[in-house]
């Protein structure tokens, strides 16, 4: 079996400016000295559309993978004022990018909104990391389970190429809250996703997923155990090099 790649990927969200890229190199040269494990683990940064163009230029040739935080949902050029397209993102020499974040969907994005994105992402030949998660009412009514179900099931179509998306389980109540599920809880839920994904979309690929919400230094040991977790979409703690690197620092510990 091949050993496991895992993920960790930082999601800026509205923080960045161009002076910002010190921190990726400060990141960057962690991976490099981290011989014992580097081989393990993918280290995927988002910064704002802003700095897409200038940050995949001077990180093309290193391990540190740019992406997007988003995209609108139409492609190529339109009368989109303020939009910016899948097209038009790839160009700046990304491929990775991240669509259905809670707090686009919290603005508006909806399902069907999701599922067009996806698809031109898709096309444009991105590696998609889709957001999922249920919010605290959600969970407190038990609806967890079907609430993943709907978003996988009204985003993704039996036919997509299962190995370019990877999903990120984020529960809604984790995101900046420093609450996160206990390991049994995500375990299991994680391993639920994994299992609906093999059947509904009948594919024998292992789904890739990922947990976000509240993920840092010492909630990372939490989730140490988890064999079927693939990694971890980062948000606060990734706008410091120190408190990303000591992340994947405890993780391997
Ligand atoms: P957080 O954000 O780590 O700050 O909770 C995670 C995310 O929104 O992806």
């Given at each position: ?27 960057n ?9 580097n081989?393990?683990y ?16 001077k ?19 339109g009368?989109?004022?303020?939009s ?13 990018i991240i669509?259905g ?19 031109l ?7 998609v ?6 919010n605290?009412?959600e ?41 996160v ?27 890739k ?15 140490k ?8 979409l ?19 510990k």
């Amino acid at each position: 079996m091949p050993s496991q790649i895992r993920y960790f990927i930082g999601n800026w969200k509205m923080f960045g400016i161009p002076s910002s890229i010190k921190i990726l190199d400060k990141i960057n040269h962690y991976f490099k000295q981290d011989k014992k494990n580097n081989r393990k683990y993918k280290v995927i940064i988002a910064p704002p559309h802003t700095l897409l163009q200038d940050f995949s230029y001077k990180y093309k040739k290193k391990k540190i993978f740019i992406c997007a935080q988003n995209c609108y949902y139409k492609d190529n050029f339109g009368a989109y004022t303020g939009s910016i397209s899948p097209f038009m993102i790839k160009k700046t020499g990304v491929n990775h990018i991240i669509i259905g974040h809670s707090e686009n969907r919290a603005r508006g994005e909806n399902d069907k909104i999701i599922k067009e994105k996806i698809l031109l992402c898709l096309k444009n030949n991105f590696n998609v990391i889709f957001c999922i998660g249920e919010n605290k009412n959600e969970k407190k009514k038990k609806m967890t389970i079907k609430v993943l179900k709907r978003q996988l099931k009204s985003a993704i179509e039996k036919k997509y190429n299962l190995r370019k998306i990877v999903i990120a389980y984020e529960p809604v109540w984790s995101i900046g809250t420093g609450r996160v599920p206990s390991s049994y809880e995500l375990r299991k839920n994680i391993i639920t996703i994994k299992k609906f994904v093999k059947k509904h979309f009948k594919t024998r690929h292992e789904p890739k997923i990922l947990y976000g919400g509240s993920v840092d230094k010492k909630s990372v040991y939490n989730f140490k155990s988890i064999k079927e977790l693939d990694g971890f979409l980062i948000g606060g703690a990734s706008k410091s090099s120190k408190d990303f690197i000591d992340i994947i620092k405890n993780f391997y510990k």
